[in-house]
């Protein structure tokens, strides 16, 4: 995670975009990290006899990301959708 300066510390829009533009970079970053696991448990199912797309996973991964999302303070739903995107 990059350092990061407390919105509240920020003390004009520059700032505040700063700050922004190296979360948006780290998030990216974590982005391309998850698709490489999934790239990788692509080439790992056919192996294992597992289908592309297990649905009940994907429920579980969604029904994780809300409670994680609710647990934080973002709105479950928005979270919910990012993710069946993501998926």
């Known amino acids: 995670m ?10 004009s ?6 700050e922004i533009d190296k979360l948006d970079q780290h998030l990216i970053e974590l982005l391309v990290t998850r ?8 080439e790992l199912k056919p192996g294992e006899a597992l289908p ?7 429920e579980e991964v969604v029904q994780n990301i809300r ?8 709105d479950p739903d928005l979270a919910e959708r990012l993710w069946r995107i993501l998926i």
Do not use: E, H, K, N
């Open 52 to 58: 592309a797309r297990i649905p009940a996973r994907v």
């Open 35 to 42: 698709s490489g696991y999934i790239d990788r448990a692509a």
């Open 13 to 18: 829009m520059q700032d505040l975009r700063v």
């Open 2 to 11: 990059p350092s990061l300066i407390p919105p509240q510390s920020c003390g």
């Open 67 to 74: 409670a994680r999302a609710q647990a934080t303070g973002m």
